[in-house]
């Protein structure tokens, strides 16, 4: 990632000008995630984690 694009998203983290995070797990995940045996998994690139749980 280059400075300016790397810049540009830690400058909008930092004001919460982060409208691709709208804190709502899409319901596709949940149905996908209730199916599955509970485990560990790491997700590279999560932004704020909204959907870690």
């Known amino acids: 990632m280059t400075g300016n694009r790397q810049d540009m998203?830690?400058?909008?983290?930092?004001?919460q000008d982060i409208?691709?995070?709208?804190g709502?797990?899409?319901?596709?995940?949940v149905s996908i995630v209730e199916e599955l045996?509970?485990?560990?998994?790491?997700?590279?690139?999560?932004g704020t984690g909204t959907n870690v749980r």
Not at 37 to 46: E, N, S, T, V
């Open 9 to 15: 998203f830690v400058q909008r983290y930092d004001t």
């Open 19 to 22: 409208p691709w995070d709208t």
């Open 24 to 29: 709502i797990t899409p319901p596709e995940i």
């Open 37 to 46: 045996p509970a485990g560990k998994a790491l997700d590279l690139g999560c």
